[in-house]
């Protein structure tokens, strides 16, 4: 039963992928990534996005689990949900270097909806 995703292999993301530079993470034997260009990052396929909201269905929720490392003074999104339709985002998880927030953000019935944790500790100079 598909129960786990490695988000990197089914988009596609590896030392090749423009946008996206390899460097040497937590574990030497698992990649790292430092995006660059996010515009240049491949998508989930369709048919794997439609595997993961099903298991979110089925099981009534979800895990995300990241080595994260992030710099102090910057701001972005981590991981965002679009679908159906190129404009339509479901969630996406913000972290705020400056601010030492992380925030969900999900929509249901077109109404948009915010959990923000404050005193994250993400944004320092270790991997989280």
């Known amino acids: 039963e598909d129960t786990a995703f490695d988000l990197f292999s089914i988009s596609n993301i590896n030392r090749k992928t423009i946008g996206a530079k390899q460097f040497r993470g937590p574990d030497p034997s698992v990649p790292a990534y430092r995006f660059v260009r996010f515009d240049y990052i491949p998508p989930v396929s369709a048919e794997h996005l439609g595997r993961i909201t099903e298991a979110m269905r089925r099981k009534e929720g979800f895990f ?59 944004a320092d100079s270790q991997w989280k």
Do not use: C
């Not at 910057?74 to 679009?82: F, Q, V």
């Not at 339709?85 to 992380?102: C, K, M, W, Y």
């Open 64 to 122: 995300l689990t990241a080595s994260m490392k992030q710099d102090r003074r910057s701001r972005g999104t981590l991981l965002a949900l679009e679908g159906p339709g190129a404009t339509h985002r479901q969630f996406e998880i913000v972290s705020n270097g400056p601010a030492d927030t992380l925030d969900l953000t999900y929509w249901v019935d077109g109404t948009q909806h915010v959990i923000s944790l404050e005193d994250v500790g993400l």
